[in-house]
């Protein structure tokens, strides 16, 4: 979980359902968190789909994007980054649109695992 936003010490998770996708926005309250957070939210942004040719769990961000708990999920999506006061909002989108249902139960039950320094918003 070392590229993981989510994953840095005080962060506290958001997620708002959108049409499309999931919106995450992860802040911290200590300056270095944030600067982590959006690091690591960069990272993100520049990895592109998984490479199923990569074994699993290696953090070289391979296998076949299914799995783990970081809740930016690359399978099937785009992933853009912004820069927030904290943090970084993270947006999810299907590439699909029929699969975006599915992308947010994913987010939600990855989210699970920081449970409770994650929020749920209702939709815009």
Known sequence: MGNCPSAVVGAVTRV???????LLDITADDGAASADIFARAQLHATMGAP??????????HGGP???????????????????????????VLATDPAAA???????R????????????????
């Open 16 to 22: 708002r359902e959108l049409g499309d996708g999931v």
């Open 109 to 124: 039950a990855r989210l699970a695992y920081f449970e409770p320094t994650t929020t749920t918003a209702p939709a815009p």
């Open 101 to 107: 249902h599915q992308l947010q139960r994913e987010t």
């Open 65 to 91: 994007g299914d799995s783990g708990h970081c809740p930016i999920i690359h399978l099937g999506t785009t992933v853009t980054v912004e820069q927030i006061l904290g943090g970084a909002r993270i947006t």
């Open 51 to 60: 490479d199923p040719a990569v074994p699993v769990h290696t953090g070289q």
